[in-house]
Every structure is written in C-alpha cells, then in structure tokens.
C-alpha cells in the first residue's frame, strides 16, 4: 500500500474528492477509512465508508457504476484526498453524471484536459532527445520538418472531411485525422518553445 500522510479526523475518517480523470469534473465527495483507502489502492476500484451505514462500500456494487482509480493524492495538510477516477456510468445515484449538477445539466464536458499529459509527454520526449521517439526525431528537424508535418496532416484532414460529407468515411476517420493534426500542431509548439497555454489564452482573449 502507498504511504500517505493523512490527517484522519476523530472517527478515524477522511473526506475524498472525486475528479474524473479526464476532463477535470468534480464526480463527488465520500470518506475513507484506512480499510477504505487499503481496498482502493490494491484493487484499483474506489471503496468509501458509509456513515449513514456505518459500513464499507464499493461505489457501483450495485448500479454497476464503478470508479476505476487512476490516481490518488493528499492535499498539502493531509486532511483531504484527491481520487483521480473513470467512471463506468453515471457517478450520482439520481442518474447524474455527477453529483453537482442535475440530469437535465448541459452535455457533459469534452475532455480537453486530456491533452496536458500529451503536451507533457512531447516536451519530455525534446528535453531527452529520447532514442527512437519520432517526437523527438520531427522536432529535431526545426520548424521546416514540424511545419511541413503539420500541414499534411491538415490536408488529410480535410480530405477525411470532404470523405465523410460525401458518405464515402465514417465520422472515426475525421476523429483519427485530427488527433493527428492536434498531436503535430503541438509537437510543432514545443520545438518552437511556445507554451500550449499560450494559445488557450489566444483563444480566451477572442470568447465572445
């Protein structure tokens, strides 16, 4: 089991935080015991300690609903826990894909918070110049190499476009296409030194 230095209150409990792991939503907030926080760690599913029920649980035993752990951390007072998860369905039990907001809430967010660990990677893959990364292979080229990457995967993008209006391609191929073009448009940022989070804040100045 991980070493934590947690902060347990009188009844020997801690207050957890569920975020989902990829798009950075708050799912819900539970407490853990130590068995609790034991089972979560060496199964990989998220247990809580009911109070009402003065039990151990698992969240989905019965809906079916788990939460798959990703990662797990305490804040800097050790008297909160960050469950990082996925969910296998909705996390509230009135059928909410959270429990802060309400069925009929808008769609769900898109998981752009999936691109910082890819950002951190590529930028990682530069610093070490890793042998046999084509990140780093692309990037050692200069913009000429990133830039003309760029480009063709743009241009296969739109021809994915073109395909998928014509009935000739399915909706996944457009999908497939531009994660290429986003993969390379940030591979070309980082051997340019131009932090991605300037471009979110390009993109905030022009909201509205």
Not at 62 to 74: C, E, I, K, M, P
Not at 174 to 201: K, N, P
Request: aromatic share 6%; hydrophobic share 40%; net charge negative.
């Amino acid at each position: 089991m991980r070493e934590f230095d947690v902060s347990w209150n009188g009844d020997g409990l801690v207050p957890v935080i569920v975020q989902h792991d990829r798009t950075g939503e708050v799912l819900m907030m539970a407490w853990m015991d130590r068995r609790a926080l034991k089972l979560t760690l060496g199964s990989g599913v998220v247990h809580f300690w009911s109070r009402s029920r003065r039990t151990l649980w698992m969240k989905g035993e019965t809906s079916g609903n788990r939460l798959t752990l990703v990662d797990l951390a305490a804040d800097c007072d050790g008297d909160t826990l960050l469950v990082r998860a996925m969910p296998a369905g909705p996390t509230c039990h009135t059928a909410a894909r959270t429990c802060f907001t309400a069925p009929s809430d808008g769609d769900a967010p898109q998981g752009f918070g999936d691109l910082e660990p890819l950002w951190k990677t590529i930028t990682g893959r530069l610093e070490t110049g890793q042998p046999g990364s084509y990140t780093a292979r692309l990037a050692a080229g200069g913009a000429s190499s990133t830039g003309r990457k760029a480009i063709e995967e743009a241009s296969e993008l739109a021809s994915a476009a073109l395909d998928h209006q014509a009935g000739r391609a399915a909706g996944r191929r457009v999908a497939e296409e531009a994660a290429d073009v986003v993969y390379h448009l940030l591979v070309l940022l980082a051997e340019r030194g131009v932090e991605a989070r300037e471009v979110i804040e390009e993109l905030a100045s022009r909201r509205g």
